[in-house]
């Protein structure tokens, strides 16, 4: 199974690279042996994949994905913490409100890479992205 997955990515790529994403074998079944115990989120490698990682914005993402992105997340968690007087208004920019709601959903989401994705424009982070009075969750 796993020869006929790589064999036909191949030759997808060789005909159509632009239109076939690139799938790391870590995430293809029965691509490493079950005693492996490193485990790879976005390239952050971590032999403990309890550690903990926070989800927030692209630096690169514009402004209408980060109101997707917003509206998205604040429509199944609560952003309270980002409405005004709120401990993570400021600074009031759409970068910060919308990371931090794009954290608060990836939290109660389970912390899995999927609930980051936001159409390739979350990025998972090792480094606690709180400050002040902002605590991510």
Not at 8 to 35: C, G, T
Not at 104 to 132: A, E, V
Request: charged letters at 15%.
């Amino acid at each position: 199974m796993r020869f006929f997955r790589v064999k036909r990515a191949q030759e997808a790529a060789a005909n159509n690279s632009h239109l076939i994403p690139y799938i790391p074998l870590q995430y293809m079944p029965n691509s490493q042996p079950k005693s492996a115990k490193v485990h790879t989120v976005n390239n952050i490698t971590s032999k403990f994949p309890k550690d903990k990682t926070w989800c927030v914005a692209k630096p690169s993402s514009t402004e209408a994905e980060l109101f997707a992105n917003l509206e998205f997340a604040c429509g199944h968690v609560d952003c309270k913490t980002i409405q005004q007087n709120g401990p993570c208004f400021n600074p009031n920019t759409s970068i910060n409100h919308a990371s931090v709601a794009m954290n608060l959903y990836y939290s109660f989401h389970g912390r899995n890479i999927w609930n980051c994705d936001f159409q390739k424009s979350g990025l998972i982070t090792k480094t606690d992205p709180s400050y002040g009075t902002c605590k991510y969750a």
